[in-house]
């Protein structure tokens, strides 16, 4: 059973912009916090941005002029807004939800034990 859904990702050139979604099966105010993430090949996790239930959100500070995280709590769907595309952000995005963990933000993968199969986005120059 898929509790999270990303779509969005898609083939850019290089200054673009996009917006990624992550649709829920659940109730998103269930969760303590959700977060996306991006892999890129041959490389682990990395942290971008993380809504916790109290509403507050926290982009990681090397992608904050490019990267907004938001959420539509009727749709129970988190978004990533990214502009301004360069290729270092050709990756797979994914999104993740903690029912567990009190407190998580980006900086740990760890902290999230539902995850989406992911969205590939590939920037080209």
């Not at 917006?19 to 269930?30: G, N």
């Not at 509403?55 to 807004?81: C, N, P, Q």
Request: glycine share 8%; with cysteine.
């Amino acid at each position: 059973q898929v509790q999270l859904m990303e779509s969005g990702g898609k083939s850019v050139r290089a200054g673009g912009s996009l917006t990624l979604s992550c649709e829920a099966s659940f109730p998103t105010d269930t969760t303590y916090c959700m977060a996306w993430f991006r892999k890129a090949s041959g490389q682990g996790h990395e942290g971008i941005a993380s809504w916790q239930r109290d509403g507050r959100t926290d982009v990681r500070r090397m992608f904050s002029d490019r990267f907004t995280i938001s959420r539509d709590s009727a749709k129970d769907t988190l978004y990533l807004k990214v502009i301004n595309l360069e290729p270092e952000d050709t990756a797979m995005y994914f999104c993740a939800a903690s029912h567990t963990s009190y407190y998580c933000t980006w900086s740990s993968d760890e902290d999230y034990e539902v995850w989406g199969p992911g969205t590939q986005v590939t920037v080209s120059r």
